[in-house]
C-alpha cells in the first residue's frame, strides 16, 4: 500500500488568494491579445496542375494545355501559351501571345508581342525590359536592353540594342547595336552602332550610323561622326537647353611626348590637321614687321607665372590682321601661331633661295675668274717663251 503525502502551504491565506487573482488576469491578456485565425476569402483556386498558378481574371493560362511551372497573374496574361513552360507573367496582358519557355514579364502588355522568344525578362528573345511600355513592339529582335519608360517601345526586329532611360531609342525599330543613356536619349533614330550619353544626347539624329554623343543633341542626318559637349547652346525636342560648354580639360595628354601629326581646331569645335593651301609669296613679308615680346600670363592661367615669349595680339592686328584670332563675341583672343610659324618658313625660305642664286652666281663667277687667271698664265708663260727666244737670238748674235 502506497503512502499519501500530504503537502501543506506554507504561504499565508491572502498570498493563496493573490497568486489566483494574477493567474486569472495573465489569462485574460492572453486571451486578449491572441490574434483570431480566419480563413482568407475567397479560398486561393489559382494552383492547377502541373504547378501551374493563374489568378487575378479572365483568360489567365487560357490556351494552357501541358506547359508546366507557368504563373500567370492578371486578366489575359499568358493567354496563349500551350506546352510552354517556366513562365511568369504578372500584369493584364503580360505575355498575352507567347509560346515560348522562360519568359519572365512584368507589368501591363509587358512582353506582350512576344510569341515564340524564349529566356526573356519582359520582351523579345534574350531581351531585358524594366519599365511602362518597353520592348512593347519587340517580335524577333533578340538580345536587347531597356529600362526606362517606353524605352525601345517600337522596336521590332532589331537587335543588341541598350536603352537606360524614358523614351531612349524609342523610334528605333530595325536598328541594331546601339546604346543610348539618358532621357530621351536617341529618341528619334533609328540606325546602327549609334552610341549616346545624356539627357537628349543624339536626340536630333533622324538618321546616321556609327555616331558618337557625349552631351550633344547631335544633327539630323550624319555617319561616323563623333561630337563631345555643345559648341552652340541648343535647346533640345523636351524643351531643355542644353548650354555651350566653354572649357576642355582632358588628363593624360599635356605634357606626354608622342610623335604624330599637329591638330587644329576650327571656329566650330572640329579636330583635325591642317589642310593643304597654295604656296604663299609677299603674304609673309608682313611678319618682318612683327616685334616678339616677352611677357608671363595672369595667374588665373598661369599660377606658376613662368616667363613666356611671343606677341601681343594688339600689335599684331596692325600689322597683319589676319594673323589674330577673336572669340565669339569678337574680342581679340590670340595670336595665330601656327600661321606666324609658316610665314617664317616661307620668308626662310624666301631667302635662302637667293642666298642659293647668289651661291651659284659666285660659283659661275669664280669659275670665269679662274679661266680668265688660266688664259693670263698661258698669255705669261707665252710671253716668258719669247723673251727666251729672242735672248737666244741675241747672243747667238
Same mark, same amino acid.
Given at each position: ?132 511600355? /518597353? ?77 558618337? +554623343?557625349?552631351?550633344? /543633341? ?30 576642355? +580639360? ?65 600689335? /599684331? ?19 595665330? +601661331? ?60
Amino acid at each position: 500500500m502506497k503512502a499519501t503525502i500530504v503537502r501543506k502551504s506554507n504561504r499565508p491565506p491572502a498570498s493563496r488568494l493573490r497568486c489566483i487573482v494574477l493567474r486569472i488576469l495573465l489569462a485574460l491578456v492572453c486571451v486578449v491579445h491572441t490574434p483570431i485565425l480566419k480563413a482568407v476569402s475567397p479560398t486561393p483556386d489559382g494552383l492547377y496542375f502541373g504547378a501551374n498558378t493563374a489568378e487575378g481574371g479572365a483568360g489567365a493560362l487560357f490556351s494552357l494545355t501541358t506547359g508546366t511551372n507557368n504563373t500567370a497573374v492578371g486578366s489575359q496574361a499568358l493567354y496563349s501559351v500551350t506546352t510552354g513552360s517556366q513562365n511568369t507573367a504578372t500584369g493584364a496582358q503580360a505575355l498575352r501571345n507567347n509560346a515560348g519557355d522562360r519568359n519572365t514579364a512584368d507589368g501591363f502588355q509587358a512582353i506582350v508581342k512576344n510569341t515564340t522568344g524564349n529566356s526573356n525578362t519582359a520582351d523579345g528573345d534574350r531581351n531585358t525590359a524594366g519599365g511602362r511600355e /518597353v520592348l512593347v513592339s519587340n517580335t524577333t529582335g533578340f538580345e536587347n536592353t531597356g529600362t526606362g519608360g517606353v524605352a525601345l517601345e517600337n522596336n521590332t526586329t532589331g537587335n543588341d540594342n541598350t536603352a537606360t532611360g524614358f523614351a531612349a531609342l524609342n523610334s528605333n525599330t530595325t536598328g541594331a547595336l546601339n546604346t543610348a543613356n539618358g532621357t530621351g536619349s536617341l529618341v528619334n533614330n533609328n540606325g546602327d552602332l549609334n552610341v549616346a550619353l545624356g539627357f537628349g544626347a543624339g536626340v536630333n539624329l533622324t538618321a546616321g550610323d556609327n555616331n558618337i +554623343y557625349v552631351g550633344n /543633341v547631335g544633327v539630323a542626318t550624319e555617319d561616323n561622326i563623333i561630337r563631345i559637349g555643345t559648341e552652340v547652346a541648343a535647346r533640345d525636342q523636351f524643351g531643355v537647353i542644353h548650354p555651350r560648354h566653354t572649357a576642355t +580639360y582632358i588628363a593624360g595628354i599635356s605634357g606626354v611626348a608622342v610623335a604624330g601629326t599637329a591638330v587644329v581646331v576650327n571656329a566650330a569645335g572640329q579636330l583635325g590637321v591642317a589642310a593643304s593651301s597654295r604656296p604663299m609669296d609677299r603674304e609673309s613679308e608682313a611678319i618682318l614687321a612683327l616685334k616678339p615680346v616677352s611677357f608671363r600670363y595672369d595667374q588665373d592661367i598661369d599660377p606658376a607665372g613662368a616667363r613666356q615669349f611671343g606677341l601681343v595680339a594688339e600689335e /599684331v592686328e596692325k600689322t597683319a590682321p589676319d594673323l589674330v584670332k577673336r572669340d565669339r563675341d569678337g574680342n581679340l583672343q590670340t595670336v595665330r +601661331y601656327d600661321a606666324v610659324n609658316a610665314m617664317l618658313l616661307n620668308e626662310f625660305l624666301k631667302e635662302h633661295s637667293k642666298v642659293e642664286q647668289l651661291q651659284s652666281t659666285v660659283a659661275k663667277l669664280m669659275q670665269r675668274l679662274d679661266e680668265h687667271e688660266s688664259k693670263m698664265q698661258k698669255m705669261e708663260n707665252q710671253r716668258e717663251r719669247r723673251r727666251a727666244s729672242q735672248q737666244v737670238a741675241l747672243n747667238q748674235e
